[in-house]
């Protein structure tokens, strides 16, 4: 048995896909969805894809929540989400405590 060598990204390639899925989560994030917001609650590396053109696609929307607007504070209501939710390498602290999602997660 014979490991083979893991190639390596080109940093400007890994720099442009880190800035796209930013950008699609700042959006996700934005409250650009008529008055609310989708938090993934997953995003991992294998949720994240690349087209053939190698523009970066965020898969598997199973775990996301769509949470409204409130008019008085634009922070995540504490009872929008709760529990242990997706991956648990790549969760939020405060998720892994089962604290509410907040802003921070």
């Keep these: 048995f014979q ?3 893991t190639p390596i990204m080109d940093l400007s ?3 442009r896909i880190g ?3 930013a ?3 700042n959006w996700l ?3 650009a969805i008529h008055g ?3 938090v ?3 995003v991992k590396p294998s949720n994240i894809g690349l087209t053939a053109d190698l523009s970066v696609r965020l898969l598997d929307f199973g775990l996301a929540r769509v949470v409204k607007k409130d008019a008085n504070d634009l922070r995540l209501p504490p009872y929008a989400m709760t529990g242990k939710t997706g991956s648990f390498r790549y969760m939020a ?3 892994a405590r089962l604290e509410p999602y907040n802003e921070t997660c």
Aim: charged share 20%; aromatic share 8%; proline share 8%.
């Design 40 to 42: 993934h609650r997953d």
């Design 23 to 25: 950008l699609a989560l």
């Design 36 to 38: 609310a917001c989708v």
């Design 19 to 21: 800035l796209e899925l």
């Design 3 to 5: 490991l083979r060598p």
């Design 93 to 95: 602290p405060e998720v």
């Design 29 to 31: 994030h934005s409250w």
């Design 13 to 15: 390639l890994a720099f």
